[in-house]
T-cell receptor, first 109, second 114 residues
Framework: GQNIDQPTEMTATEGAIVQINCTYQ??????LFWYQQHAGEAPTFLSY??LDGLEEKGRFSSFLSRSKGYSYLLLKELQMKDSASYLC??????????WGAGTKLIIKP | IAGITQAPTSQILAAGRRMTLRCTQD?????MYWYRQDLGLGLRLIHY???????GKGEVPDGYSVSRANTDDFPLTLASAVPSQTSVYFC?????????????FGPGTRLTVL
């Protein structure tokens, strides 16, 4: 991808909270998306941020700072089914998505 | 059930052969996309279509072609397959291009070129 950085892998404990960070190139920015992808399956939409601040949706929240080129996905009350890859993607000036390589989240009991 | 279907689910192909991956959506979405996903690289856009009758090149278009004769179908053709095209291919669609437009993904086609 074009300057989308996120950790390759993270491990967390069931019931805990985990924050997955994403940094991106700020030029030509038109929004930031988070998707979830279980192994062997298609990505599914989690969240969209275009303005600074926190968007909360149940156990999942997403934060954006446009000036810093930074976003994070916060997962609370982790469940085993949250074990998946989490993909950060920014929408560029041509309204196409540029994807990060994804963060594989491993949940341990 | 509304959504996107892709065919085949998986395919092993000899190098040099021609192959068309099929994608159909029944959500009446205007925009459609083809991505490839390779380990460690994330999703990369191959081609896209903002509306029936129009197509555009993405980040990695070489060796691939697409057509969009109607709203529902968006086939991807490999004219002469090479081993570097071994990948998982995802078709996606969104209501329109840009802004808050969630992309819906098909189940993917796992292609191996030998």
């Amino acid at each position: 991808g074009q300057n989308i950085d996120q950790p390759t892998e993270m491990t967390a404990t069931e019931g805990a909270i985990v924050q997955i960070n994403c940094t991106y190139q700020t030029s030509g920015f038109n929004g930031l998306f988070w998707y979830q992808q279980h192994a062997g399956e298609a990505p599914t939409f989690l969240s969209y941020n275009v303005l600074d601040g926190l968007e909360e949706k149940g156990r999942f929240s997403s934060f954006l700072s446009r000036s810093k080129g930074y976003s994070y996905l916060l997962l609370k009350e982790l469940q085993m089914k949250d074990s998946a890859s989490y993909l950060c993607a920014r929408m560029d000036s041509n309204y196409q998505l540029i994807w990060g390589a994804g963060t594989k989240l491993i949940i341990k009991p | 059930i509304a959504g996107i279907t892709q065919a085949p689910t998986s395919q092993i192909l000899a190098a040099g052969r021609r192959m068309t991956l099929r994608c159909t959506q029944d959500m009446r979405h205007n925009a459609m996309y083809w991505y490839r996903q390779d380990l460690g690289l994330g999703l990369r856009l191959i081609h896209y279509s903002n509306t029936a009758g129009t197509t555009g090149k993405g980040e990695v278009p070489d060796g691939y072609s697409v057509s969009r004769a109607n709203t529902d179908d968006f086939p991807l053709t490999l004219a002469s397959a090479v081993p570097s095209q071994t990948s998982v291919y995802f078709c996606a669609s969104s209501e329109t291009q840009g802004g808050y437009n969630e992309q819906f993904f098909g189940p993917g086609t796992r292609l191996t070129v030998l």
